[in-house]
Nanobody
Framework: VRLVESGGGLVQAGRSLTLSCTAS????????MAWYRQSPGKQRELVATITSGGNSKYAASVEGRFAILRDNTKKELYLQMNSLQPEDTAVYYCNALIVTVSQIQYSYWGQGTQVTVSS
């Protein structure tokens, strides 16, 4: 199983950036997917989730600015980030999650991509 994030970088406040996560080795379409982020000295936090059925949820801090999307054909997950602020600076991680009928949880992580927002 491999999740590879891309698209991070340095951007000015107020600008936009789109992250991508390419999955391999999993049946992507049946996994719930999510973006997390972690800033220095802080715990990893959930940014957005999208279920296998396409339902999405967002952290309050990014609601209305970020959009999580998935392309099951390409096995890709996206995070469109608009109106970026310095507090959005973090390493962003892609996560794939599935819970079997036997309640066994499988969770996979990417290596992360750095997003830095300058003021």
């Amino acid at each position: 199983v491999r999740l590879v994030e891309s698209g991070g970088g340095l951007v000015q406040a107020g600008r936009s950036l789109t992250l991508s996560c390419t999955a391999s080795g999993i049946a992507f379409s049946i996994y719930d997917m999510a973006w997390y982020r972690q800033s220095p000295g802080k715990q990893r936090e959930l940014v957005a989730t999208i279920t296998s059925g396409g339902n999405s949820k967002y952290a309050a801090s990014v609601e209305g600015r970020f959009a999580i999307l998935r392309d099951n054909t390409k096995k890709e997950l996206y995070l469109q980030m608009n109106s970026l602020q310095p507090e959005d600076t973090a390493v962003y991680y892609c996560n794939a999650l599935i819970v079997t009928v036997s309640q066994i949880q499988y969770s996979y992580w990417g290596q992360g991509t750095q997003v830095t927002v300058s003021s």
